[in-house]
């Protein structure tokens, strides 16, 4: 199936859980976790990329996603905090998909990221005038509503390495910002230091937004 993009519109994670779980893919811990519950998950995506109208590759991963135990997704979710649908989601290679995530209905548009006032959408050559109206009112009407939709947190990677430092590895604050003063703190590289010098800061804006998450 080919895509075609129109014009420079963007759209990425439209909430605080989309916005984890995009960072939850991109952990090379959940991507390992994955890979040991789904062997050769990686590598026959990468075969369906080569080969996308071989059905007997697709056959195989579907095969591969019914495979994984239910007890394997639910903790994974719960491990990551994500939703079962998420791990489901991920399983089956939709993990680029940004702003689809685990959406039911397949639809011949997709959203591909958000910047500032724009939003980036394809879709694909046999799109129906119903389609694209069915997208612009998904995507670009809510965006012309800046005001009513929720601020999404600037330093979410920051926020990701704490949730995983106090929630999968049982640290203290106290030892989080040590290391995030030192420039150490796991899954976290950016040089920004918006809250040297102050723990209680830090603690706020994590709290401010790990609060919402869906479990």
């Known amino acids: 199936?080919?895509?075609?993009?129109?014009?420079?519109?963007?759209?990425?994670?439209?909430?605080?859980?989309?916005?984890?779980?995009?960072?939850?893919?991109?952990?090379?811990?959940?991507?390992?976790?994955?890979?040991?519950?789904?062997?050769?998950?990686?590598?026959?995506?990468?075969?369906?990329?080569?080969?996308?109208?071989?059905?007997?590759?697709?056959?195989?991963?579907?095969?591969?996603?019914?495979?994984?135990?239910?007890?394997?997704?639910?903790?994974?979710?719960?491990?990551?905090?994500?939703?079962?649908?998420?791990?489901?989601?991920?399983?089956?290679?939709?993990?680029?998909?940004?702003?689809?995530?685990?959406?039911?209905?397949?639809?011949?548009?997709?959203?591909?990221?958000?910047?500032d006032g724009t939003i980036t959408i394809e879709f694909h050559a046999d799109v129906t005038k119903e389609d694209y109206l069915e997208a612009w009112n998904h995507w670009v009407v809510p965006l012309k509503g800046k005001a009513t939709q929720p601020k999404l947190p600037v330093h979410d990677k920051l926020l990701y390495a704490i949730f995983k430092a106090r929630e999968q590895r049982g640290e203290t604050f106290k030892q989080i910002f040590e290391q995030y003063e030192k420039g150490t703190l796991p899954n976290y590289s950016d040089s920004n230091k918006m809250f040297a010098s102050n723990q209680k800061k830090l603690e706020e804006y994590y709290r401010k937004y790990t609060h919402q998450l869906q479990k």
């Open 1 to 115: 199936m080919t895509w075609h993009k129109l014009g420079q519109f963007k759209v990425g994670p439209q909430n605080l859980h989309e916005l984890h779980v995009s960072n939850v893919y991109k952990d090379a811990e959940f991507i390992e976790d994955v890979e040991i519950i789904f062997p050769g998950r990686n590598r026959l995506l990468e075969l369906e990329q080569q080969n996308p109208n071989d059905a007997t590759i697709e056959k195989q991963i579907i095969d591969g996603v019914r495979a994984v135990d239910s007890s394997e997704r639910e903790r994974l979710a719960e491990k990551y905090s994500i939703t079962i649908d998420d791990v489901a989601w991920y399983l089956r290679g939709y993990n680029q998909r940004t702003g689809e995530f685990h959406r039911a209905k397949k639809k011949p548009f997709k959203a591909m990221g958000r910047g």
